[in-house]
C-alpha cells in the first residue's frame, strides 16, 4: 500500500476503500488486476514464480481479497470459499468423528439442517441449545468432549442476540473453540475475534459483496494453528475456493461497504420504530429497538448501527404474511440479504412446516433506498393484507397467496 502507515494501524473504514492496497505496485493501477489464469509456469530454474501455481490451491486476486478480510476482522488470516455454506460445512469437516457441537436451536436453516444430518450419520453429537433461555449455553458444553460451539449473532431470523465475550470464556473452559456466523453485522459493527472468538464466518454472499450479484464465503482465524491447516488443505482437495472473478467482485463491494452498512442501518432504525406498535404488526423483531430482548448486549457488541436486518410478526397467520410479501411493490419479495436493495422473504414458506420459526414471521433485509419510499411500500402492503389481494403491476405476474 502506498504511503507510511501499515495496514493495521489503519481504521477499518480506510482498509475497505482501499481494498487494502490501493495502487498496483507493477502498474500502478488503482483498481487490482483480476488473475485468471487457472495455472502458473515456472521460471528458468523450474522454481513456481508465487506461493501456489495452481488456481485451486489460491492464486492472487484470492490472496489480495483474503488479506483484505482478515485486515478488517483483526485476524491473522482468512479463507475464501465458492459459498457460505463451502466454507461452514469445511470447517465441520475438522471436528474429529464423534466429537460434541453446540449451537443455537433458531439460526441459519442451511447451518442447523447440516448439523442435524451430521448428527444422524453418528459423524458428531450435537446439542442445540435455546438462546433466550439464560444459561442455556453454558449447560450444553460438556467438558472435555464438546469441540465446537457454532453460534451466530444476531440469529436468523429472530435477531436474538448472543454475548460473544460470554460465549468464548464458556467455550474454552469447556475445552471447545468458538466459531461466530455474523453474516448479519457484516464486518462492521462487531469484530468477534476481538471478543475472544476463535474463527468467525461470513456469508459474503450477503454485506461483505453487498449487491447481489456473487455466492461466497469465508472463514477469518485468530491463531494459524493445525485445525487451521487442515481447512486449508480441506478447501484444495474438496476444490471449493472462491474463483479469481467473483473474488474481484467481492474485493470491489467491500470498497463500499460502510457507507452501505450505516445506511441500512439507519433504514431499519427509521422502520422498526414506525411499525413498532402499529396496529398491523403483532411485533418487531430488531436488537436497535429498546423493546429487542437482546437489546443491551447488541448496544454493548455492535458499536456503530444494529445492521439492516429485522423481521415484522404480521397479524394474522400464516397466509397473511405470505399476502403480505406478495402486495410489496418496491421491496422486493426475494430470498437472501445484506444487497443495496431491499427484500422481503416469508421464511416459514422458505424453510418448510418442520422449522421453529413462526408462521406470521416477515424477514426484511432492509437496502439503502429512501426511509420513506420503503416505510410507505409496507404501509401500503400493510392496508391490504386483510382485503382482496391487488395486482402487483411492477411485477407483471399473479400474486401466490
Ligand atoms: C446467517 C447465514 N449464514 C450462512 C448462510 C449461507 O451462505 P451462502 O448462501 O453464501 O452459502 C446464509 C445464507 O443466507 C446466512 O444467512
Known amino acids: 500500500m502506498a504511503g507510511s502507515m501499515s495496514n493495521r494501524e489503519l481504521r477499518p473504514e480506510t482498509i475497505a476503500a482501499h481494498a487494502l492496497r490501493a495502487v498496483d505496485e507493477v502498474t500502478g493501477a488503482v483498481v487490482p488486476p483480476i488473475y485468471l489464469s487457472s495455472t502458473y509456469a515456472r521460471d528458468a530454474d523450474y522454481k513456481p514464480l508465487l506461493k501456489e501455481n495452481y488456481v485451486r490451491n489460491g492464486n492472487p486476486t484470492l490472496w489480495q481479497t483474503e488479506e483484505a478480510i482478515a485486515a478488517l476482522e483483526g485476524g491473522t488470516s482468512a479463507l475464501l470459499f465458492a459459498s457460505g455454506m463451502a466454507a461452514i460445512t469445511t470447517l465441520l469437516e475438522t471436528v474429529p468423528q464423534g466429537a460434541h457441537v453446540v449451537a443455537p436451536d433458531v439460526m441459519y436453516y442451511g447451518t442447523r439442517d447440516w448439523l442435524k444430518r451430521l448428527e444422524g450419520l453418528k459423524r458428531i453429537s450435537l446439542t442445540l441449545f435455546d438462546p433466550k433461555l439464560p444459561g442455556a449455553l453454558e449447560a450444553a458444553l460438556v467438558k472435555g468432549r464438546t469441540d465446537l460451539l457454532w453460534i451466530e449473532t444476531p440469529l436468523n431470523p429472530t435477531w436474538d442476540v448472543i454475548d460473544i465475550e460470554a460465549a468464548a470464556k464458556a467455550a474454552h473452559a469447556a475445552g471447545a473453540i468458538l466459531a461466530v456466523d455474523a453474516t448479519a ?157 431491499s427484500l422481503a422473504e416469508h421464511r416459514k414458506t422458505v424453510e418448510g412446516p418442520a422449522s421453529p420459526v413462526p408462521d406470521n414471521l416477515v424477514r426484511l433485509s432492509v437496502g439503502i433506498e429512501h426511509a420513506d419510499d420503503l416505510i410507505a411500500d409496507l404501509e401500503q402492503a400493510l392496508a391490504g393484507v386483510s382485503g382482496p389481494l391487488a395486482h402487483s403491476p411492477n411485477r407483471g405476474r399473479a400474486p401466490s397467496a
Open 185 to 341: 453485522t457484516g464486518a462492521v459493527t462487531t469484530q468477534p475475534l476481538k471478543l475472544g472468538a476463535d474463527i468467525v464466518f461470513h456469508s459474503a454472499t450477503k454485506y461483505l459483496n453487498g449487491h447481489s450479484d456473487i455466492l461466497a464465503g469465508v472463514l477469518v482465524t485468530a491463531q494459524e494453528n493445525q485445525r487451521w491447516a487442515d481447512v486449508l488443505t480441506l478447501r484444495t482437495k474438496m476444490g471449493a475456493p472462491l474463483p479469481p472473478l467473483d473474488c474481484f467482485l467481492l474485493l470491489r463491494g467491500m470498497r463500499t461497504l460502510f457507507v452501505r452498512y450505516r445506511q441500512a442501518s439507519a433504514n431499519a432504525m427509521a422502520i422498526a420504530t414506525h411499525f413498532e406498535g402499529h396496529p398491523k404488526v403483532e411485533r418487531v423483531l430488531y436488537p436497535g429497538l429498546a423493546s429487542h430482548p437482546g437489546h443491551a448486549i447488541a448496544s454493548r457488541q455492535m458499536r456503530d448501527g444494529f445492521g439492516g436486518m429485522m423481521s415484522l410478526l404480521i397479524r394474522g397467520g400464516f397466509s397473511d404474511a405470505q399476502a403480505f410479501c406478495t402486495r410489496l411493490k418496491v421491496i422486493v419479495p426475494a430470498t437472501s440479504l445484506g444487497g443495496v436493495e
